[in-house]
């Protein structure tokens, strides 16, 4: 299979903020690839490197095996964007922002109509409004349509559905799961670990630096410890409290209950009076299945113990 993005040792710095460590990746031709961070992860920094926007300090990107410092204006032409923000001209009509968009490109909405018409079908009875005026996820659909109608060969979707609702985001990647028949590769970042589930390969990364690299269900399958959710009527007080029991490794909210993991891989009766005497009572601890939120949780600690590490080590300054 053709290998669509090839990433090596990317690094990028803005002044003394380091946005993006080391970066190595591939993507291969139809593959839905997700990009799976918090705010200020470097998603964006590392999008802008991928469609020509920026130019990294250090290392090697090819892009369909294209150059974006010699060959940025052929490289566009066959990428698709959607920024995180909103972009598109808002005191144009939907239907005028298409034909605008299809226009720069060299072709038509009818050319490529195909293409788009189930993500368009939802917004074309509104044509004739601005987009200015539309709601979020009718935004959303319009910048995908957008980016889609020059046929690229590769889209790349800054947190495409962050701001919208829970309807509008469960649309919005049934509508990337139906462009698998047009072999269009798909790059998109967002901060919603669910939707790590329905790419075919996520990047966990952090701070600038990549943590792993995999299918969804392989990274679940990394977590190196049982893990245990406690639920008790005062979810934060109990956090805290795990938090300061002796036996305790890591204790972190998910959902109505809060994930733990405890020293040796398990507890006794005795973490029970010792949450009664710190005011929790009516707790209950029950072993449980890891999902990606708790192994890229654990990542994230293994690499701030590197950093702190390597951070205590002497150098000589000779």
């Known amino acids: 299979m053709n290998e669509i993005i090839k990433a090596s040792g990317i690094c990028k710095s803005f002044g003394k903020t380091k946005a993006l460590r080391d970066i190595s990746f591939g993507v291969s031709e139809g593959e839905l690839f997700g990009f799976i961070g918090p705010d200020g992860a470097g998603k964006t920094t590392l999008f802008r490197i991928i469609t020509s926007l920026l130019l990294p300090d250090k290392g090697e990107i090819r892009v369909m095996g294209l150059d974006g410092k010699t060959r940025f204006k052929e490289l566009r032409k066959k990428i698709g964007y959607m920024p995180g923000r909103f972009s598109l001209y808002q005191d144009l009509s939907v239907e005028e922002n298409l034909n605008f968009y299809a226009t720069i490109f060299g072709t038509t909405v009818q050319e490529n109509y195909e293409l788009i018409s189930d993500i368009y079908s939802h917004i074309e009875p509104f044509k004739k409004r601005l987009a200015g005026n539309l709601s979020g996820g009718m935004k959303q659909k319009l910048a995908l349509s957008c980016a889609l109608i020059h046929k690229p060969a590769l889209i790349v979707l800054d947190e495409p559905t962050t701001g919208v609702d829970a309807v509008s985001r469960s649309e919005f990647w049934e509508m990337l799961r139906r462009l698998?028949?047009?072999?269009?590769?798909?790059?998109?970042?967002?901060?919603?670990?669910?939707?790590?589930?329905?790419?075919?390969?996520?990047?966990?990364?952090?701070?600038?630096?990549?943590?792993?690299?995999?299918?969804?269900?392989?990274?679940?399958?990394?977590?190196?410890?049982?893990?245990?959710?406690?639920?008790?009527?005062?979810?934060?007080r109990l956090i805290n409290a795990l938090r300061n029991y002796p036996g305790t490794i890591s204790a972190y909210p998910f959902g109505d209950s809060v994930h733990v993991t405890f020293t040796g891989d398990t507890f006794d009766d005795s973490i029970y009076p010792c949450l009664n005497r710190m005011g929790i009572s009516h707790v209950v601890i029950n072993e449980t299945q890891a999902g990606i939120e708790d192994r890229f949780l654990e990542l994230m600690e293994q690499s701030t113990q590197d950093r702190e590490g390597r951070n205590d080590i002497p150098r000589n300054e000779g």
């Open 180 to 236: 698998k028949p047009y072999k269009i590769t798909i790059i998109v970042s967002t901060p919603y670990m669910d939707e790590a589930m329905k790419c075919d390969r996520v990047a966990l990364i952090q701070n600038g630096k990549i943590l792993s690299v995999n299918r969804p269900g392989k990274i679940k399958e990394g977590f190196s410890r049982k893990l245990f959710s406690a639920k008790a009527p005062e979810k934060q």
